[in-house]
């Protein structure tokens, strides 16, 4: 079964930079989108950012990491890379790297997770 792998996450300073990537464990998957989450201790899970394949790409961003992070990635190699700076205390988390597998489907590919910690 495909699986989704995180890596890149590690402790960095307040106002560093990270870059997360994540690909499939073997094989490819078709995908509608991919996407980055994050939980931090005591939070829900909640959206970072996601580009979707069809329309050439079009990504989003959840409000608190705007022109802070990018995402990028290749629909045919299925990975997705979350490119982080400006990182702050608060966006200490650990990311999960997630996939929808068709258009009609919330996200249903989830991978394990990488830390990232940001100290002040």
């Known amino acids: 079964q495909v699986q989704l792998v995180e890596s890149g996450g590690e402790l960095v300073q307040a106002g560093g930079s990270l870059r997360l990537s994540c690909a499939t464990s073997?094989?490819?998957?078709?995908?509608?989108?991919m996407g980055w989450f994050r939980q931090a201790p005591g939070k829900e899970r909640e959206f970072v950012a996601a580009?979707?394949?069809?329309?050439?790409?079009?990504?989003y961003y959840a409000d608190s990491v705007k022109g802070r992070f990018t995402i990028s990635g290749d629909n045919a190699k299925n990975t997705v890379n979350l490119q982080m700076n400006s990182l702050k205390p608060e966006d200490t988390a650990v990311y999960y790297c997630?996939?929808?597998?068709?258009?009609?489907?919330?996200?249903?590919?989830w991978g394990q997770g990488t830390q990232v910690t940001v100290s002040s």
């Open positions: 997630a996939a929808r597998t068709n258009y009609y489907n919330d996200y249903d590919l």
């Open positions: 073997e094989g490819t998957v078709t995908t509608y989108a």
């Open positions: 580009i979707t394949w069809s329309g050439g790409g079009d990504t």
